[in-house]
């Protein structure tokens, strides 16, 4: 099975910038995406970022206005999550994820990992 490990996470200024890496243990499946998601204390997991793992292509919530970059090394088995110009409301635990995009974006896909806990102050 894949298993996924977060990793980057921490304490930043509003403003400041962090980068979240996600390994993925084995190789990813064909037709497979990876993907991040968040979650505040008593607030829902909500959706991120996607990348489809054979040809690069990206979707993004459009709430994060283009401050959020999501990209993949194949070589590596990782993924990585760009954040800059972070807000206080970007605070939450950080969850990296594996599916087939479908099931990302309707919130049942199979493979999490642990999350990082991503932290802003204002």
């Known amino acids: 099975q894949v298993q996924l490990v977060e990793s980057g996470g921490g304490l930043v200024q509003a403003g400041g910038s962090l980068r979240l890496s996600c390994a993925a243990s084995?190789?990813?499946?064909?037709?497979?995406?990876m993907g991040w998601f968040r979650q505040a204390p008593g607030k829902e997991r909500e959706f991120v970022a996607g990348?489809?793992?054979?040809?690069?292509?990206?979707t993004y919530v459009n709430s994060l206005k283009g401050r959020f970059t999501i990209s993949r090394d194949r070589a590596l088995n990782t993924v990585y999550l760009q954040m800059n110009n972070l807000k206080p409301e970007d605070t939450g635990i950080y969850y990296c994820?594996?599916?087939?995009?479908?099931?990302?974006?309707?919130?049942?896909?199979?493979?999490w990992g642990q999350g990082t806990q991503v932290t802003v102050s204002s």
């Open positions: 990348v489809t793992w054979s040809d690069g292509s990206t």
């Open positions: 994820t594996s599916d087939v995009m479908q099931a990302i974006l309707d919130g049942s896909s199979h493979y």
């Open positions: 084995g190789s990813i499946l064909s037709g497979y995406s």
